[in-house]
């Protein structure tokens, strides 16, 4: 590999070549950063859900605790 590239300008090793990738391959590095990014959101959306259900749960009990049996 190292021979194909030795003998072609710089601009054909940094530039065309990065710029051919992303053409080919930029519909598949767009869906996977896309997926990567909608994963975390997602999974932050649920920690935030699940901290605020034990808030809320932990509200509750301690203040109904705190007033006595009925």
Excluded: H, Q
């Excluded at 710029?19 to 598949?28: Q, S």
């Amino acid at each position: 590999m190292r021979e194909i590239f030795t003998g072609l300008p710089w601009w054909v090793k940094w530039i065309a070549v990065p710029v051919i990738a992303l053409v080919v391959f930029g519909g598949l590095i767009a869906s996977v950063v896309g997926f990567v990014i909608g994963l975390l959101f997602k999974v932050l959306v649920f920690a935030a859900l699940v901290g605020g259900l034990i808030y809320v749960v932990r509200k509750f009990t301690s203040s109904s605790s705190s007033r006595g049996d009925w």
